[in-house]
């Protein structure tokens, strides 16, 4: 019998489902054409068991993420930023969370797009974090 080929960039069906309705109150996109390394990350983590729909809070941030780092003593590296999901800023984020080096440009765009994503939400709401292509989505 012939063995298959398996493709390295294949997507698990069950990473493409949507979340159900009433299950989260925004969508925010992380272009992976864009931010590729934060996209990864975010995949990565994921995949290995960390929720696609976080939490905003607002609350004791600086706290979790200072924890969060120095927990995992994450040495600083010259032209890396450590970029960490779930993210401090949510009710998910702080112990246990993956942290990964990232490109400076990469991670700082990323979070642009994340705080853009964030504004306006009263704090509690739940925001679903996708990094997959869907209908409607701009090229």
């Known amino acids: 019998m ?13 990473d493409l489902k949507t979340p159900p309705k009433g299950h989260y109150d925004k969508r925010i996109f992380i272009d992976p054409k864009k931010y590729p390394e934060s996209a ?3 995949r990565q983590a994921q995949k290995k068991g960390h929720p696609r729909i976080l ?3 607002s609350n004791e941030v600086k ?3 200072r924890r969060n780092l120095s927990l995992f003593r994450v040495p600083l590296r010259r032209g890396k930023d450590r970029d960490e999901y779930p993210f401090a800023s949510t009710k998910e984020g702080g112990l246990g969370a993956s942290v990964k080096y990232l490109d400076p440009s ?4 990323a979070g642009s797009k994340l705080r853009h994503g964030w504004a306006g939400l009263p704090q509690g709401s739940r ?4 990094t997959y292509r869907r209908p409607g989505d701009p090229p």
């Open 106 to 109: 990469d991670n700082t765009g």
């Open 2 to 14: 012939l063995a298959r080929k398996r493709r390295k960039n294949l997507t698990p069906v069950k």
């Open 63 to 65: 706290q979790r993420k």
């Open 127 to 130: 925001v679903w974090i996708d």
């Open 40 to 42: 990864k990350h975010i």
């Open 55 to 57: 939490t905003k809070s």
